[in-house]
């Protein structure tokens, strides 16, 4: 019976080790990375000239469209300043990295939930680009 207690005591101390291990983010400062948020001060150490640059090298999955869900409507990852729609992923080509707070990366369903999506559209992702002024 304490031989029992003991491999299960064992096993839950690497566990926890384990998982705390697993949470710190590669430069090992303890902090978490979010992979739906791409911040200012991560674009500034990189070598881009406009945002979708950024969003090419630093999280490229945002750009891919997985499934088309609507054979209906055109299917696209919109790219939204604040609150207000621009268009598609090639806007982010327009935008430089000035003024901008963050990127946030939101699901279809999140985006169509809480954001304006234009008639015609299906949204398979959003890409919204957050400023320091607000809408």
């Known amino acids: 019976m304490k031989l029992q ?3 299960l005591l064992a ?3 690497v566990f926890l ?3 705390v291990a697993c949470a710190s983010s590669p430069e090992g400062d303890g902090t978490r990375r979010d992979s739906n948020v791409l911040t200012a001060e991560e674009m500034a150490g990189a070598p881009v000239s406009n945002l979708y640059e950024a969003v090419e090298q630093m999280r490229p999955r945002w750009l891919q469209i997985r499934m088309r869900r ?3 409507m055109e299917s696209e990852v919109s790219v939204f300043m604040n609150r207000n729609y621009l268009g598609g992923t090639q806007e982010l080509r ?3 990295l000035t003024g901008v ?3 946030r990366y939101l699901d279809g ?3 169509s939930a809480t954001l304006r999506v234009p008639d ?5 992702g959003a890409i919204v680009v957050e400023t320091g002024g607000g809408d």
């Open 120 to 124: 015609g559209k299906h949204i398979e």
């Open 94 to 96: 327009n935008l430089g």
């Open 17 to 19: 080790v384990g998982g």
């Open 11 to 13: 096993a839950l101390a």
């Open 109 to 111: 369903s999140l985006a």
């Open 70 to 72: 609507s054979l209906t």
């Open 5 to 7: 207690r003991f491999f």
């Open 101 to 103: 707070v963050r990127l």
